[in-house]
């Protein structure tokens, strides 16, 4: 589902006069089939939804020619399944809207090399008006030059910032984001000494200083970061290292040293820690905090999108933590479309392929004779998709209202909602 924002006091309304439309509305974009792909998937919609709100959806007939839109993922080699669920959760999203303008032109970026340039050209030389993907950074590169020849605007599913800006605007989930908002969130409750342990790679590294930006715009400060080989080949002495504030190795008894620091005045003087990692690296590094006298009650566990799993409130040793993620609720919804329509679970990228196609749908059915401009893409008003309120940036990045949740015995659980627009969070 993807809508215009609405004010608040409207929203509800607006949702009910919605539903009441449902039953009059079908239809569906059209897929053209990748080569080599066989036939469009049959499955049907779940429900489809009738134009969102707002002036972009006016159609006074001036633009009401067919229009396609490339979608690039792997469809083979070693991301094919990833590629092949992220297909999928585009055709639903043309089902979803019902939006019979727009056809979605699918190629295989295949498993690297010429695979992703050769499939832009392909799409474009079909006469493809938009690039959904692709999801590789090195993808994205290989694709910018062909696209921004055609003067093709591309919207990739990819982290890297770096390419973003021109005709490349970036849809992936961006860790900084997370970060500033748990940061923002923590001064709120009053937490104002940060740390973090984050694994010694490139995403380590980003989380460290995203902190170290966030804390200082937020007015706290970053005690200590200390960052461990993520083969957890030295996590007994970096954590020893943490808790105890020296950059020393350890000396025989520093464990019951330090476990008695922490608990007289919280771990080494931070009352927050930011551990990015999941999985059972996470599990292991929360119950070794635990064995070394890091208090949950005194220090809040924060964290980044690994943790947005639901096996993490299975360990009680991250029970209190909280972290950053895109509303649950929608998502949701859509895993639970998505699994009806194709009988195996989405796989956690497979909403932003949902989103992409469901934004260009939304573009497609305006009167505008160019619906992938620049100045089309860049609404400040943003959208609201299964990963909920987005919009992008002039330089490329994208923007978005974030939930914060808590870890507990019962599961995950908001503690502070997603904004419902873009003056609500405060950009």
């Known amino acids: ?138 993808d994205v590169e290989a694709v910018r030059p062909v696209a921004a020849d055609a003067k093709v605007n591309v919207i990739a599913f990819s982290t890297a910032t770096q390419l973003a800006g021109g005709n490349v605007f970036l849809m992936g989930f961006l860790p900084r984001q997370e970060v500033v908002r748990e940061v923002s969130f923590g001064r709120e409750r009053g937490l104002s000494r940060f740390a973090a342990l984050a694994p010694s790679s490139q995403y380590g590294h980003l989380m460290g200083d995203a902190l170290k930006d966030a804390v200082g715009t937020a007015g706290g400060s970053v005690v200590r970061t200390e960052y461990f080989d993520p083969r957890g080949s030295d996590l007994g002495a970096v954590i020893q290292r943490l808790v105890s504030g020296s950059s020393a190795p350890p000396p025989p008894g520093a464990a019951s040293a330090a476990a ?72 949701r919804e859509f895993e639970d479309r998505f699994r009806s329509t194709y009988s195996h679970p989405a796989p956690r990228l497979a909403s932003l392929a949902f989103d992409a196609a469901a934004l260009a749908a939304v573009l497609a059915k305006g009167d505008n004779p160019e619906p992938f401009s620049h100045d089309a893409i860049l609404n400040q008003s943003g959208f609201t998709g299964v990963d909920g309120l987005f919009r992008f940036t002039q330089q490329g990045l994208v ?22 627009s873009f003056e609500d969070a405060g950009y």
């Open 1 to 138: 589902m993807l809508r215009w924002p609405v004010p608040r006091s409207a929203s509800n309304l607006i949702a009910f006069a919605l539903l009441l439309t449902l039953a009059a509305c079908g239809g569906g974009g059209r897929m053209l089939p990748a080569p080599g792909l066989g036939p469009q998937s049959s499955a049907m919609p779940m429900r489809p939804l009738p134009p969102p709100p707002g002036p972009a959806t006016a159609n006074s007939g001036a633009n009401s020619g067919p229009v396609k839109v490339a979608l690039l993922v792997p469809l083979s080699g070693p991301n094919a399944e990833l590629g092949k669920s992220m297909l999928e959760a585009a055709q639903l999203a043309l089902f979803t809207t019902g939006n019979d303008r727009m056809t979605l032109v699918p190629r295989d970026t295949a498993g690297g090399g010429g695979g992703a340039a050769a499939a832009a050209r392909s799409a474009i030389g079909e006469g493809a008006k938009l690039i959904l993907g692709p999801l590789l950074a090195a």
């Open 260 to 331: 008695a620091s922490a608990a007289a005045g919280g771990a080494s003087g931070f009352d927050a820690l930011l551990l990015p990692e999941g999985g059972d690296q996470l599990k292991q590094i929360a119950g070794q905090l635990k064995q070394a006298g890091v208090d949950a009650q005194k220090v809040r566990l924060l964290g980044s999108g690994l943790w947005d799993d639901s096996s993490v409130s299975s360990d009680a040793a991250l029970y209190g933590g909280w972290f950053a993620a895109s509303p649950p609720e929608q998502r």
């Open 399 to 420: 923007q978005r209202g974030l939930a914060v949740l808590e870890v507990g015995p019962g599961g995950i659980n908001i503690i502070s909602p997603a904004p419902r």
